[in-house]
């Protein structure tokens, strides 16, 4: 993407996003703390500790050298973006003195305050976080599975995911089918969902002008439907099939093998299923005992700390905060309070008090965005949106508007990562 921003225009678009670069306060006192999950989260709070308190040892538990980011993977699906462009690494932390592990958590002993990792190594720790992401509950749709996965992708978390979807999209014929399942919330980025129907439509648009689109959503409304709607009627007329859960949007079954699509009133055959189940805090963070009957962990806002589990903290999407989002810019926004709060109790050192940022750029086209953004604040023990902050594409926003929030959607995308892994 290009524009007309200045320098000065993204650096302080960049400023305004979750800082890490916090001085040292703490150089001397120990203590270890381990975290689990190398995503945004995780990461962020990895690198803010080790910044706050160098004298506290930070071991961040990665299940692989390296991450792929789920912000923007929508556009390597849709045929305009890379792969490589969404992977990072964990060098930088590293240098900044974070021990890196590659590796699976398997189990938490919280009374002797040990993670045991799947080649039976067992790490001691005084505080733990955990980040881990989502998982999935499989079995709520009659037919998939996580062993179906490999034919009927979630691309729900980004990596080899993203680019089987977008392999299956290129083999799919003109005139084809593509059938989209999206489930109930909470879920990981809601605008997600609508980000992914338009640029799959955008694809289909320049090369397979013949195919549809079909959504099964679950829920009776999806975010910034006004937006999405108004845009697809504008790039895509008649292209997208959008059912909502009144309108036979619930899917009982799918065929892994046709690629049939069963509702109560309909079955339906596609080329190409892109099934995201419902969603929950992942494995880890169940067998900590940090989720509760929900699958998600609640949290303490002012902390993150787990009000199931001492001298656990849960971060990112596993942790149920309403009403901030799951998105990456709170992840880290939450990352930086939890990182003040372990270190506080760690090290006896005051630091700020919380408050977060959620900011949202969703993609309708290249050039086409959209921003659904704001600050939240805790008061009372609760976590406050601040309304004065909130910041929203309008409906019947100009074609500048619109192209100026696509530029800031990779701006902020960039700026993140710089700041998580840069």
Request: with cysteine.
């Amino acid at each position: 993407m290009t524009s007309g921003w200045s320098r000065r225009t993204v650096l302080g678009l960049i400023a305004t996003a979750p800082t890490l670069a916090l001085p040292g306060i703490a150089r001397a006192k120990g203590g270890r703390v381990v975290v689990v999950g190398g995503g945004f989260g995780g990461s962020a709070a990895a690198r803010t500790i080790k910044r706050l308190a160098p004298g506290i040892e930070v071991t961040l538990i990665a299940r692989d050298t390296s991450f792929v980011c789920c912000p923007g993977s929508n556009t390597v699906i849709g045929g305009f973006g890379r792969i490589e462009d969404q992977t990072v690494g964990y060098d930088a932390l590293a240098k900044d003195g974070v021990t890196i592990i590659t590796g699976r958590a398997e189990a938490v002993d919280t009374d002797a305050r040990t993670l045991r990792l799947a080649d039976g190594s067992v790490l001691p720790y005084d505080k733990l976080v955990l980040s881990p992401g989502i998982g999935f509950f499989w079995d709520e749709v009659e037919g998939v599975s996580a062993a179906t996965a490999g034919r009927i992708p979630h691309a729900w978390q980004a990596g080899e995911q993203t680019v089987l979807l977008r392999r299956q999209l290129e083999a799919m014929p003109d005139g084809g089918t593509f059938a989209l399942v999206a489930p109930v919330g909470p879920l990981r980025c809601p605008p997600a969902v609508g980000e992914r129907v338009s640029l799959i439509a955008h694809y289909f648009k320049t090369a397979k002008p013949k195919s549809k689109i079909i959504v099964f959503d679950a829920k009776s409304k999806f975010a910034l439907q006004p937006l999405f709607e108004e845009a697809w009627a504008a790039l895509y007329p008649g292209m997208i099939d959008y059912r909502l859960a009144e309108s036979d949007g619930i899917v009982r079954a799918i065929d892994p093998e046709t690629r049939t699509v069963a509702t109560d009133f309909d079955d339906v055959a596609a080329n190409v299923v892109n099934f995201i189940p419902r969603q929950r805090a992942g494995d880890i963070a169940l067998a900590a005992g940090t989720a509760d009957e929900t699958g998600w962990c609640p949290v303490d806002p002012a902390t993150f700390a787990s009000t199931r589990v001492p001298h656990v903290h849960v971060i990112g999407d596993a942790a149920f905060a309403p009403p901030l989002p799951k998105a990456a810019a709170a992840a880290v926004s939450v990352a930086e309070t939890c990182a003040q709060a372990i270190v506080r109790d760690l090290t006896q050192t005051d630091v700020a008090g919380p408050q977060w940022h959620a900011g949202c750029y969703s993609l309708a086209a290249p050039g086409h965005g959209f921003e659904a953004s704001t600050d939240f604040h805790l008061a009372n023990g609760q976590v406050v949106v601040d309304e004065a902050t909130m910041r929203r594409t309008p409906e019947g926003a100009s074609a500048v508007d619109l192209q100026a929030a696509a530029d800031k959607a990779e701006l902020w995308l960039r700026g993140i990562m710089g700041q998580v892994w840069g």
